[in-house]
């Protein structure tokens, strides 16, 4: 259960003459004016605020910034014939020789860090004023500007693996895998400024795939994939139904008939009041769904080889629970009389739904010698495919009869990312005359997806610059031990104009991952394909 601060009410204010007006009350004057009869319509929107402004999704796919560094080793690309080309090209998988499996246990670790600069013009947080103009007695002066930094520290272990299986030699191959594309662990200052946003959120998404690869030709292989899709999802934040339009346009109607600027169009004026902002946590929700690739691989001339991959992506359909602390006497007890009550604590069940985009991926590799590889991968990532976030609630605690809102219903945000691109550059040389130590080195660059109209601290990002290094030291011909390191972080972004003041400020991102592997080949090469049938000669 999610605590929120007690308040304490001047009773004695209950028994002022007339109709108040909020903006012309101090703090504590200001809350006990709104028990007064003449604050009841509003008190009415308000007890509806939590049924609706909660359907407005909390947990985003943060662009860019959802994608793990690397998937494999360093090695690993659309052109390379290890079995983590389950991932990157099945059709490579062609080009094997011998079954293969790859292991690997790492860590991801880094930062997030937030600095929020409010531009805009904001009431008293304990304001109670829902449509401009606002009284300029009521605006906070000292709400706009610079607020502390906040920081997420990001660490969570990795692991995956992969196996490639010949099994007609030169014509057929199998491969599985079991890894992590995607991955966000989150936690701010629950106080921080960015807590409108986000106070905390752990997503994942792990695929385990099955890969088939076809030898149409000696120098030419086709390939694809099936996967099974499975996320995990939790967050928390406090949800600011003042911006939500299914609640403004509840407060506007029969019988409250209260004028508000309240929407997803709120102006900042409206927004971030203490008594619209309510605890939210989506808990243990998991999706499942389904995806699949189809690839190219050739190799024209020996020197060089090519690939291409075409990754569907998935719908990520999250289902758990929510919790909506409604542990406030404006809830609890002051609309009883009329029919409007909630439980401190509202549960239920919720279902998050988005898209994990595709994916088209091109790499080239080029043999300048036995010992020296250059080699290039370009994807182009279909984060347009992602303009809104949905997301419903059910829970009979929400239900309100006398003002007709079900216990079910959808809402969404809007995100409208844009598509980015992937440019990656690496060199991979045998360093010893025993050819027994191996090494990578890649730079690369990444497009945001992110634009700055709808960028806040859920979608951390921005131009993105990333380094890798690997090492691999073949212990006998059938094993191997690789480690691996890379390095990326967004260029220290600052934004001035995000929709209503929502995500200005400035945002820093630097990510590392740290893993090691075990590449192991075993067995006999896979049986010969049988030749063709020659006619009887006469």
């Known amino acids: 259960m999610i605590d929120m601060p007690v308040r304490s009410d001047d009773a004695s204010l209950l028994a002022l003459s007339g109709p108040p007006n909020p903006s012309e009350l101090g703090s504590d004057r200001r809350r006990a004016a709104s028990r007064s009869p003449f604050f009841r319509p509003r008190l009415a929107a308000l007890a509806l605020g939590p049924v609706l402004a909660l359907l407005w999704p909390g947990a985003q796919a943060h662009a860019s910034g959802l994608d793990v560094p690397h998937i494999g080793t360093t090695f690993s690309s659309p052109t390379t014939q290890d079995a983590a080309a389950v991932y990157w090209n099945p059709a490579m998988l062609g080009f094997a020789d011998s079954n293969e499996v790859l292991l690997g246990v790492g860590i991801a670790a880094g930062s997030l860090r937030y600095q929020r600069d409010r531009l805009g013009a904001y009431q008293y947080a304990d304001g109670l004023d829902f449509a401009e103009p606002i009284d300029p007695a009521s605006i906070d002066p000292n709400k706009p500007g610079a607020y502390p930094e906040v920081r997420s520290p990001i660490f969570s272990p990795n692991a995956g693996g ?94 409250i008939n209260q004028p508000n600027d309240f929407g997803e169009d709120a102006p900042s004026t409206v927004r971030e009041l203490d008594v619209l902002a309510r605890p939210f946590a989506l808990n243990d929700a998991f999706s499942h769904g389904a995806s699949f690739s189809v690839a190219l691989a050739a190799n024209p001339i020996d020197p060089l080889w090519l690939g291409l991959t075409y990754d569907h992506g998935s719908r990520a359909n999250f289902r758990g629970t929510f919790q909506l602390d409604m542990n406030d006497e404006f809830f609890t007890q002051d609309l009883a009389s009329q029919g409007l009550s909630f439980p401190p604590l509202v549960e239920g069940d919720a279902a998050l739904s988005f898209r994990l985009p595709k994916r088209l991926m091109f790499g080239a590799a080029y043999d300048i010698s036995k010992t020296l590889r250059v080699d290039t991968n370009l994807a182009y990532v279909f984060w347009q495919d992602v303009d809104t976030f949905d997301i419903t609630l059910d829970s009979e605690q929400l239900a309100q009869p006398a003002l007709e809102i079900p216990r079910r219903t959808t809402v969404g945000l809007r995100r409208d990312w844009v598509g980015a691109i992937h440019v990656e550059a690496s060199a991979r040389a045998v360093v010893d005359k025993k050819e027994k130590v191996r090494v990578s080195g890649t730079l690369g660059y990444h497009s945001p997806a992110s634009p700055d109209a709808t960028i806040d601290v859920a979608s951390p990002d921005g131009q993105r610059l990333l380094g890798a290094l690997g090492v691999a030291y073949q212990i006998n011909p059938r094993v191997a031990v690789l480690a691996d390191g890379e390095l990326q972080g967004i260029l220290p972004r600052t934004v001035t104009a995000s929709d209503y003041d929502l995500g200005n400020g400035r945002y820093n991102l630097l990510l590392g991952t740290f893993m090691l592997h075990l590449q192991a080949r075993f067995g006999s090469k896979a049986k010969p394909a049988k030749p063709p049938v020659r006619p009887i000669e006469s």
Request: hydrophobic share 50%.
């Open 162 to 255: 992969f196996a490639a299986f010949p099994l007609i030699q030169d014509r057929l191959a199998l491969g599985l895998g079991v890894y992590v594309p995607y991955a966000a662990p989150l936690s701010f200052d629950e106080e921080g400024a960015q807590r409108f946003a986000l106070q905390s959120a752990f997503i994942a998404v792990s695929r385990i795939s099955a890969a088939l690869s076809v030898k149409v030709h000696e120098r030419v292989s086709l390939g694809a994939s099936v996967s099974y899709v499975l996320g995990f999802a939790q967050l928390r934040r406090i949800q600011d139904f003042g911006a939500v339009d299914l609640f403004g346009d509840a407060l506007a109607r029969p019988p």
